[in-house]
């Protein structure tokens, strides 16, 4: 083993590395297909180069070669396809056609003197001779480089994102370093200058590349960096390079007197403890500047959001904070969050808390949402490329969802058992790099006080909202007992006032019978004088006295019969089995109010039905009901010309019913009251004018005798009462 084997030694191991990576961790991508092709072929290169370096023999180094070469050519096509799969370039398969059926004619020409024809010693090893069409080879290798150096570049100014334009300049400087460091071979190969390969040196590329790989996931692997591998990588590369010391040191000390004695590997070993320690840890906070800058800043970060959220109870307060923290640690540029509010109807809503936002324009989600059942779903951050998948899978294609998964790289629940109080929506880096573990470790813990505090104080908010509601209720209860109470003085007066009533119609029954004695006296007085004056012999009676006579005669009788109506339906009784004659009922009704419209224009007609069968009940009671119906009818008008009351009776053979009605002309009852005209105590009249008893008291007595109380009413159109009573004897 020499000094120079240990560059392309170095570099063949990080090929072999980034192989297996993209083997092991890598998807079943064509891009990573044609990666891993790309390694293998470049590790092609470098075991040649070792092998080289190592062996004794010019012969085997040119069989070496011309094999390596059967190989080589193809990485002009791979490189061709790689970038242009990278790039999402279509449509120029023409030219991979061309690159390979290239790398077909060299890898025809490799074994021949015509490519390769000898190999030269170096004190760096063999190399290569160049044959007349090797730089057939070497114009195609320039010709690529170039071509892939104005793609990624092109690219670079293309690119709006600060993460894939990182990434781009990562391969650029990875892989396009890596080509230029290889094409500088030629001038060795092609005798121009005498010259260690520069292509040994691709362990150099390579280490910037994998810093991209693990940094910004460059193949979309889903590999963030972490500490343990990059010191296993820095412990790997200190080894090597303690391997190369002691190398040199061997081949240098090898002459000398001590080279055999203890001397030697003591003074290795203070080397080692003295000097490398101190290397390494140098090293290791170089690293950590470098990938983990930013680590304490969170811890601090974490530290201060602990202590201002701990006792707040206002979830406006703690979105803001939440916000805030994780906008200026992890430097952002996007960064929403959307906060569980919960309505007074029983439901959730998520908000977004970015209070500079118009009201207008904020985003909400419902809780069957599925953008917020997909947090549910998924107990822990979610990637932009899973974000895609479910907005695919579940058809998340409402503006909301659209809207606020835009620039989103990583989401992050706010759950607190099985609530999910938020959810927290970040964007892309200022810097442009990528998320590590250490950020999501981080922000997941955020999110987890965060949610802690949300919960305390939703459940503050509910419990005052409660509170709240408690009061409320018992004010409204005190309301309700107040006005039952009010309603129950109202009644006791409405009552006291009902008794008065009956009382007053007690009195006047008493004296309608006080009443009727003199007025059948009167009367047989006034007949007796009229026919005796027609049988004295003296001289005729004279015509006016006898026609004063007789009005006074008429005017008693009037008087007489209204006594007796107001009798019939002031007698008391609870019989319900007498014979009554519905027509009978009505006109007493009609002659007891007609000092109430007489002076009026009001028009009331009677279509009585001739021959009208009897119904077994109270004469009293039914009277009342008449009285009431028409009594209401009269005061609904207002008693003009235009002014009419019809009532009518009829007998409907099929129901075996009597049937009574009154129609008039008034202004009808509104809808708004017509559920509420039979219940006791209802009126729309002023106070002291009504007692809302008649039409309750009206539908119970018609109850009681079997029958039916209805109404239809049209507003401006007036009103038609129907009592409809079962027949006494059924008619033919």
Request: aromatic share 10%; glycine share 6%; with cysteine.
């Amino acid at each position: 083993m020499t000094l120079y084997s240990f560059p392309p030694l170095l570099s063949l191991f990080c090929f072999i590395s980034l192989a297996l990576l993209t083997i092991l961790r890598g998807a079943r991508t064509r891009l990573n297909h044609l990666f891993f092709m790309l390694c293998i072929l470049a590790g092609f290169i470098c075991s040649n180069y070792v092998f080289s370096s190592l062996t004794r023999s010019g012969t085997h180094a040119l069989w070496a070669s011309r094999i390596e070469h059967l190989f080589i050519p193809l990485l002009l096509p791979l490189y061709i396809a790689f970038f242009q799969e990278y790039l999402n370039i279509t449509g120029r398969k023409w030219l991979l056609r061309f690159a390979f059926g290239y790398a077909g004619l060299l890898i025809c020409l490799a074994p021949t003197d015509l490519y390769i024809t000898h190999m030269v010693k170096y004190p760096f090893g063999f190399i290569a001779s160049a044959g007349p069409f090797y730089f057939l080879f070497a114009l195609g290798e320039a010709v690529t480089t170039i071509y892939i150096l104005i793609l990624v570049c092109k690219a670079i100014g293309r690119e709006k994102t600060g993460v894939q334009k990182n990434r781009l300049k990562y391969v650029l400087l990875g892989f396009g370093s890596l080509g230029f460091l290889n094409g500088l071979n030629f001038l060795t190969i092609l005798g121009l200058v005498v010259v260690y390969p520069p292509g040994n040196f691709s362990f150099i590329p390579l280490a910037i590349f994998a810093v991209g790989l693990f940094k910004h996931d460059l193949l979309d692997m889903g590999i963030l960096i972490k500490k343990s591998l990059i010191y296993s990588c820095l412990t790997a590369l200190l080894t090597c390079l303690y391997a190369v010391i002691v190398i040199v040191a061997n081949h240098l000390f090898s002459g000398f007197i001590l080279s055999d004695s203890l001397l030697i590997p003591v003074g290795f070993f203070l080397l080692i403890t003295f000097i490398f320690g101190p290397i390494k840890s140098g090293i290791q906070h170089l690293v950590d500047k470098l990938f983990f800058k930013r680590k304490y800043d969170y811890q601090a970060a974490l530290k201060d959001l602990s202590r201002q959220i701990v006792s707040e109870l206002d979830t406006g307060a703690i979105g803001k904070q939440l916000l805030s923290v994780a906008q200026n640690a992890m430097r952002v540029e996007h960064c929403a969050l959307f906060i569980r509010q919960p309505s007074q109807k029983g439901d959730v809503a998520y908000h977004n808390a970015a209070l500079s936002q118009p009201a207008g324009r904020r985003i909400t989600f419902s809780a069957r949402d599925n953008m917020v059942l997909l947090f549910k779903n998924q107990n822990r951050p979610i990637s932009s490329e899973t974000f895609l998948l479910e907005i695919n899978k579940q058809n998340l294609s409402s503006t909301a969802a659209q809207q606020a998964v835009k620039g989103i790289v990583w989401g992050f629940p706010l759950l607190f058992k099985e609530n999910l109080n938020g959810f927290l929506l970040l964007g892309e880096k200022r810097s442009g790099d990528l998320y590590t573990r250490e950020d999501l470790d981080l922000l997941e813990t955020l999110c987890s006080q965060s949610a802690l505090a949300l919960e305390n104080a939703l459940s503050y908010r509910q419990i005052d909202r409660l509170n709240n509601q408690l009061e409320k209720k018992v004010a409204d209860r005190t309301k309700e007992l107040r006005a039952a109470l009010k309603e129950k003085e109202e009644t006791q007066e409405q009552l006291i006032r009902s008794e008065s009533l009956a009382s007053i119609g007690q009195l006047v029954a008493g004296v309608a019978h006080e009443l009727n004695n003199p007025l059948t006296t009167a009367i047989s007085l006034v007949q007796s004088t009229v026919e005796d004056m027609k049988e004295f012999p003296g001289e005729p009676l004279d015509e006016t006295t006898a026609e004063d006579l007789a009005f006074v005669e008429k005017e008693l009788g009037r008087a007489k019969a209204i006594v007796r109506s107001l009798l019939g339906l002031s007698r008391q009784t609870d019989t319900y089995k007498e014979k009554v004659n519905l027509n009978a009922v009505i006109k007493d009704a009609c002659r007891i109010l007609h000092n109430q419209y007489k002076h009026t224009d009001l028009n009331i007609k009677t279509v009585f039905s001739a021959g009208l069968p009897d119904i077994l009940g109270n004469f009293a009671t039914l009277g009342q009901v008449a009285l009431n119906i028409l009594q209401n009818a009269i005061q609904a008008v207002p008693g003009n010309r235009e002014s009419r009351i019809v009532l009518s009776t009829r007998y409907e053979i099929e129901a075996c019913e009597v049937v009574f009605e009154c129609s008039d002309t008034g202004p009808g009852i509104p809808e708004s009251i017509q559920k509420d005209i039979f219940k006791p105590f209802f009126t729309t009249k002023e106070v002291g004018q009504g007692t809302g008893l008649g039409l309750y008291l009206s539908h119970e007595i018609v109850r009681k005798h079997g029958g039916n109380l209805s109404f239809e009413s049209v507003i401006n159109q007036g009103s038609r009462f129907m009592v409809r009573l079962p027949a006494a004897v059924p008619l033919n």
